[in-house]
């Protein structure tokens, strides 16, 4: 399995849309990262852990799930980099590579040594627009193949009518 270790804040740094969510509320940068990463998680199949740091966030630490992604907040002592350090070393065996997604480059050269590849945060941005394309694109292509009805309807009736196929009320 692969596994994507995310340095939440880096990205956040790095990505513009999230910068911009930044300067207005920074949980919402933080939101919007979460949910990104869900998407990637879905299409992709990987196991996703999303690391911030305590300092921007006081408080004890925490482990929580959103959207099936891991999501964890560090102890106030601890950064991401130490904590993604951590889960790159425990998470490691024979059927699983470690990937971390930083631009951090002390990080990545750290990384490297316990055995992880990297994906800096632009290589990651890219790859989730490509991700956004794919699924738009299989959407356009579900909704193209769902039945034309040849008798005009307007968009109230042929719901309810959809709803009876799927014998809801």
Known sequence: MNILLVDGYNIIGDWVELQELKKDKLANARDRLIERMAEYRSYKGWRVIIVFDAH???????????????????????TADERIEKLATS????????YVATSDLTEQWVIFGKGALRISARELEIEMTEIQENITKKVKEIQEQRGISKIPLSGEVAEIFEKWRRGLK
């Open 56 to 78: 921007l966030v006081p408080g004890i630490e925490a482990k929580n799930l959103h959207y099936d992604v891991e999501v964890i907040y560090t102890k106030e002592s601890e």
């Open 91 to 98: 998470l490691h065996t024979r059927r699983d590579q470690i």
